[in-house]
């Protein structure tokens, strides 16, 4: 019969029409949460002034940046507990500790520019451990290396974890302070150098556009750190 299919084959259907998607747009990232809890015209409000814990999710990371000498390591030690409402363990990384324990070994009778780079390797080589080991993490920034925040921001993504700046906010002179009474100071050109990233950071997180991937920050002076009593995870 003329127009008849062959024997055991069917004719061909007409293609459906293809459907058209339209990609999604990005969803855009929340705004940053900033509390600002440094003095403002000479004096605090009643919510900043009893203002005297800062509450993070477990398993999060908070970086602690700031002027050399500025307290960031003093606070550290004073306000972090040992573990997150979990139980698990808040790892807290300090340059400066990984410097002491390298000064008491057997290098401690040569200038540190010396062993630097061996300082600082093993301080970002216990950061990553620390970071992949999905915990609670507290890391001290010195501030001029973006990398650092760019990759802690990029792991945490990663792992559906969030990322909080806690900058303090204290004046060069302060800081200069600071360094001689723990007995190391950073040369002018460093120091110059930190001045410079922190007052980026302080002016990006006043206008809440803070590195990509961070959730939040928290602002201090030093009698707002001083009030701090401890930090929680959970």
Not at 185 to 201: C, G, K, P, Q, T
Request: proline share 9%; hydrophobic share 40%.
């Amino acid at each position: 019969m003329a127009g008849a299919a062959p024997p055991g084959l069917a004719p061909a259907a007409p293609a459906p029409p293809r459907a058209t998607h339209r990609p999604r747009p990005a969803a855009r990232p929340a705004r940053p949460r900033i509390t600002d809890l440094r003095l403002r015209d000479g004096a605090r409000t009643a919510r900043t002034a009893s203002r005297t814990a800062l509450r993070f999710p477990p398993g999060d990371l908070v970086v602690v940046s700031g002027l050399p000498g500025s307290g960031k390591s003093t606070l550290m030690r004073r306000v972090l507990p040992e573990r997150d409402g979990r139980g698990a363990p808040v790892h807290r990384l300090d340059s400066q500790d990984t410097r002491a324990r390298w000064e008491r070994g057997r290098l401690r009778r040569l200038p540190y520019a010396l062993y630097r780079p061996l300082v600082r390797a093993a301080h970002y080589g216990a950061l990553r451990r620390a970071v992949r080991s999905g915990g609670s993490v507290v890391v001290h920034d010195c501030g001029t290396l973006a990398w650092v925040r760019r990759w802690l921001s990029r792991a945490a993504r990663r792992d559906g974890r969030a990322v909080h700046l806690v900058l303090l906010d204290v004046p060069p002179e302060a800081a200069l302070t600071g360094q001689r009474a723990r007995g190391r100071r950073v040369s002018r050109y460093a120091f110059a150098r930190h001045r410079r990233a922190v007052r980026r950071l302080l002016a990006r997180a006043e206008r809440s556009r803070l590195p990509a991937g961070f959730a939040s920050a928290v602002l201090l002076d030093r009698p707002a750190a001083a009030a701090l009593e401890h930090v929680t995870f959970g």
